[in-house]
């Protein structure tokens, strides 16, 4: 474990983040919905204005892992960091990759000093509620998430 290197993603890494994502919609059971490109990530994340940020775990230059994150903004606290996504290679979970992983983005979190930090997990995956749980998180089921896809959006008349 001590030859992993967690560092800021670069724009090289998009082809690997992809294949990670791709792996994280498969065991998620929505490869389908999966349509992300090298392409749409270098372009939204490694312009002018970034609209996510990245750290991955790198092995013997062999991209193992990422934490896929970004800030918004509750009008009842201030700013906050989502984690959207972190995946760890299937080969490489129980080597404490993922933890390196949160571990990192929690620093983060309190370098920026935001309000809070947030993410979801499927409720069928124990997994991954029992390493969230081992850092003490809240997992509230209260709240029930609304969405719109862009073809629902096209479909509104006004």
Known sequence: MN??????????????????????????KAEKEMEMTA???E???????PLFHVIVAEKE??????AFYYYKYSTWKGSCLYLEDLVVR?????????????EAVIRVAKLKKVKRMEWQVLDWNEPAINFYNKYNAELDPEWINGRFYEKD????AF
């Open 3 to 28: 030859n992993i290197e967690i560092r800021e993603a670069r724009v090289e890494d998009c082809d690997s983040m992809v294949d990670l994502i791709t792996e994280l919609a498969i065991y998620e």
């Open 39 to 41: 392409v749409q990530l």
């Open 43 to 49: 372009r939204d994340g490694f312009g002018e204005n």
């Open 61 to 66: 230059a062999e991209i193992i892992g990422m």
């Open 90 to 102: 299937e080969a490489s979970r129980k080597d404490g990759v993922g933890s390196k992983l949160f």
């Open 153 to 156: 959006l096209e479909g509104m």
